[in-house]
């Protein structure tokens, strides 16, 4: 009889670390990594977030973690708070 091993699971993508995310959140933002908790508030909270600081998070986010973030994801709710930044991350690694 002929068995063939069982299917393995398709590997499902990594999530990265909250301390990678802050890492990358903190070098790019010039803060330090220590202050950055999930529940830190970054869009209205920090001096000079605006539009072009999200589109620098987001060119850091897409080379530490191998993703693409749309132009439509460069938008204030993705990038209100360190969870919303996780999550955006956590959505395009499944994609």
């Given at each position: 009889m002929?068995?063939?091993?069982?299917?393995?699971p398709?590997?499902?993508?990594a999530?990265?670390?909250?301390?990678?995310l802050?890492?990358?959140?903190g070098?790019?933002?010039?803060?330090p990594?220590?202050?950055?908790?999930p529940?830190?508030?970054l869009?209205?909270n920090?001096?000079?977030f605006?539009?072009?600081?999200?589109r620098?998070i987001?060119?850091?986010?897409?080379?530490?973690?191998h993703i693409?973030?749309?132009?439509e994801d460069?938008?204030?709710?993705?990038?209100?708070?360190?969870?919303?930044?996780?999550?955006?991350?956590?959505l395009?690694?499944?994609?």
């Open positions: 002929n068995r063939q091993p069982p299917a393995r398709l590997p499902q993508p999530v990265p670390s909250l301390d990678d802050k890492r990358v959140l070098h790019t933002l010039g803060v990594v220590q202050m950055l908790r529940q830190t508030v869009y209205g920090l001096p000079r605006d539009e072009r600081a999200m620098r987001a060119a850091a986010l897409e080379h530490q973690f693409v973030i749309d132009d460069i938008d204030p709710r993705h990038f209100a708070s360190v969870a919303a930044v996780a999550a955006l991350v956590s395009k690694l499944e994609e």
